[in-house]
């Protein structure tokens, strides 16, 4: 799945994981907005969701690095691209601007986390329409 996270007051965190649940945890609370992407959809669909979500970090697993270069093909407004596996980052190659290594990440982390009251009406996560139904609506 590829997963986002924005709004005006919780940054965009969108993710290529297999299966992971870190990236769909993290979101949550950390009181950002998840969404998930459909990686069947032509590059230009994909990219329409990640600028109208306004995402500005993307993590990406290793192996959907060439889905998230055509995002940056179609000029997606992403800062930051945290590659996820298990590889050194010196290992990858990629032509994402702006990478940064997951578990680099998570080792720069701090080691506590201060847990945020949530309000319970707060959002955690949205589906776009896309493909058949046309350009993409949240």
Not at 93 to 99: A, I
Request: with cysteine; hydrophobic share 45%.
């Amino acid at each position: 799945c590829f997963l986002l996270a924005t709004t005006e007051s919780n940054p965009a965190i969108p993710t290529g994981a297999w299966g992971s649940l870190w990236p769909s945890w993290g979101p949550s609370v950390s009181q950002e907005l998840m969404l998930q992407m459909n990686l069947r959809l032509a590059p230009v669909a994909l990219a329409y969701v990640t600028d109208h979500a306004e995402a500005s970090i993307v993590l990406v697993d290793e192996s959907l690095l060439p889905v998230a270069e055509a995002l940056v093909e179609q000029g997606v407004g992403v800062k930051t691209w945290v590659v996820m596996t298990d590889k050194p980052l010196s290992e990858i190659s990629t032509t994402l601007p702006g990478v940064v290594h997951w578990e680099d990440a998570l080792t720069a982390a701090e080691s506590t986390f201060d847990w945020p009251m949530i309000d319970e009406t707060s959002a955690y996560s949205a589906c776009y329409t896309t493909g058949t139904t046309g350009t993409g609506t949240a």
